[in-house]
């Protein structure tokens, strides 16, 4: 199902779960504190192009707890120059496909899959990436700052609805969407890069 989403689709629902699965969330799990699925999931979507028909919310539904600006951050970074290339694409697949079965890698799994996703970056895309962390991360310190002072709009670690409205999905729910969501671009980015 969501492996079939447009790119604007796809990324918003990425944004959306990430921020109810752990970006959101003050401790582990959330940017800065190591290995996070949702933080993956965010930084990798930035070597995938999006639609140029421009960013929708998923099901036209409000995105939860998301700080302003993770949407034009994760654009500002999207360089057509840095976007994965075949080999890249072929490489990633079966990796987040086994992220897919097991989406709660034990820490030392973690390490490795981050190692190896690190490992298949380029010096360009590895000094882009690590440009989008120092500020997608002061980007939530921010949102996390202005909830504590109460300015934000909904309380951090608000589930994203999909589907049905008031259907909530399970913390597997939002990492296997989130994953998914991945692999089909990722689907989707082969296709455009031929045989």
């Known amino acids: 199902m969501l492996a ?6 796809a990324i918003s629902l990425l944004l959306a779960l990430a921020v109810s699965a752990g970006y959101a969330q003050n401790g582990a799990g959330s940017p800065g504190q190591g290995f996070s699925v949702p933080a993956m999931m ?24 998301r700080p302003n600006g993770l949407r034009a951050l994760m654009q500002s970074h999207r360089d057509p120059r840095l976007f994965f290339g075949l080999e890249q694409v072929n490489a990633l697949l079966p990796l987040l496909q086994a992220l897919y079965q097991n989406p709660f890698p034990t820490p030392p799994a973690a390490r490795r899959l981050q190692a190896t996703l690190d490992g298949l970056l380029t010096p360009a895309q590895r000094a882009a990436l690590e440009s989008f ?8 310190a921010r949102a996390r700052q202005q909830a504590g002072a109460g300015e934000a709009g909904p309380a951090p670690g608000t589930a994203a609805q999909t589907g049905s409205p008031g ?18 671009m990722l689907k989707q980015r082969k296709k455009e890069l031929g045989p």
Do not use: H, N, Y
């Open 167 to 184: 259907r909530r999905l399970t913390p597997l729910q939002r990492r296997q969407a989130m994953i998914e969501a991945l692999i089909g």
């Open 4 to 9: 079939r989403m447009r790119a604007p689709a």
């Open 133 to 140: 962390r120092r500020q997608r991360d002061a980007l939530f």
């Open 42 to 65: 965010s930084e990798l979507a930035i070597f995938l192009p999006e639609s140029p028909a421009g960013p929708k919310e998923a099901g036209g539904e409000q995105v939860p707890g």
